[in-house]
């Protein structure tokens, strides 16, 4: 994928200047900048990293080391941080993006495909996806870089500073924050598939004490497969106060809104076709056509393109079938040429399918400075979001071999290519709680320099999943849900998408087809509670030896006191069709 970005400077150039620079640039900062020169410098919090201190691709500082302010250069860790300069320049829009380019991290969909679900998950070392954090709490979203600051990877088991991290190491997020000065940014980026984003940034001195930031975004990216995309909007809000020279209050919140459709490699299921034979209609046993299938059960259909045909019941029709090996664009050995699709980009998927995952959070830190060397912290994180994942996944290719429809109208679809799939829906939603209380005590002589934190809290983790499937509900059988809590399979409904209808969404049946009178509704199999309250406390130490400042050290030691409480929900039927 190609990104253009167009992020024009007025800061120091004239229209003329501007003009020539659009004409010549595929990248240009728009920011609008004004700073005062007589502003009161801030004693920073050894709890915060100013992220406006990054000079470029380069870091100086970061909280890899003990979770307090640190130089790099000083940190006994393997540290990666991407500053925000950077990860504008390469164009990534989000943290997985961003991951790829630190040593020894690979998101797990780059290994494992698409996720539904841990979209955020990234492998340190091949020691399998964690969870990320931001501002050291718990974070269960691929982060957008629209609100985002910096990241700091650490790699290795030395991550547990970090906090409950696994071996391999653990990223934090740290989010934009409220700055003294008034400044702006708009930014703008599309793809060479006819995808766009725009950004908007702004920070406003209030007064000497109160700062407000504000940022969002907007975004429509298509993908290189057909229908494929991820739209997301978001708005990140954050405040600063100083109400004394010794303490920071920070509150910031955000909301945002995303919808990935997940397209996937077609599969095939038709290289066993012979690619003559049809079927003139319904098959009794032991009559099959050559190089065709028997659909022997129940199978109810519904094609959303054709709805004035109702549900039919292609028990006794004809099916191709196949190896399921992913088809290409070129024959393969062992399959015929006709076992292949007409580009990469193929998919059948329909656009209303997909993730759609709506989440808010926000967060309040106090900072307090005693005397010269003594620093605590109190922090609070609440996040809450949801998924609705529409599981109507057309990844098989079959051709469509009936000459005529169950109801015994010709087939205007014969010899058409075309996915089918279940009408299954996930709702997933989490919420977390995570408090903290921190102390740090900062010392220093001609032989030592040595940074002590001592850290405390808990976090409340609820996550919840239910399943639900259309089926029929007036059939013969009249059970709904199998014993192993999926739908009956003869009440089971499919969808399917012949390959001249994927520009349409895909719409469930009427709740009573008026042609086959087959009534219909979502059905609740089975749901999944976890409950997982941790109390955890923690101390680190980050030394420098000799008066040279040599020997780098670093110490960290971390109890979780930890429960998880696991539920499964009896059967209840959906509220509603939809």
Known sequence: MKTYTLLPNFRHASRCVLASALALAPTLPLTLS???????????????VDASRDVGYTATASLAGGRLSTQLRDTAAAVTVLTEAFIRDIGATNFLEAARWTPNAVPRSDVRGQELYNDYSVSFRSLGGRYQTRNFFRWYINSDSFSTARIDFTRGPNGIVFGDSGSGGIANINSKQALQGNFGEVLAQWNSFGGYRFTADGNVKVTDTLYARVAGVHQRFDDWRDVGLTDRDGIFATV?????RTTTVRVEGEWGDIHRLITFGMLDNLSNWDGVTTNPGFIQPGQVPPSLQRQGNVQLVYNA???DLGILNYQGFANTSGTFRQ???E???GLPARAVVPSYKYSLQAPNAGVYNDYYTFSGFIDQRVGDNLFFELAMNYQ???RDVRRWFFDALTIDVNETLPNGQPNPNLGQPFGQARFWNDEQANRVMEMRASMAYLFSSDLTEQRFLVSAGQRRDRFTIDWYELVRTNGSNPRLVANNEQSEPVNRIFVRRYANDTSLNVDLPPALDPVS?????YVHSRSFVSEKPVSFAQVAAVGNWFSDKSLHTMFGARRDFYREKKQYWPRRA????Q
């Open 34 to 48: 004004a700073q005062d020169e007589d502003s009161e410098i801030i004693e920073l919090s050894p709890f915060v």
């Open 240 to 244: 600063t106060w100083r109400p004394t």
């Open 305 to 307: 393109a054709q709805s």
């Open 327 to 329: 088809l290409l664009t």
């Open 331 to 333: 024959q393969q050995e």
């Open 384 to 386: 809450q979001q949801t």
């Open 517 to 521: 009178g087959i009534a219909s509704r």
């Open 574 to 577: 959906r509220s509603s069709h």
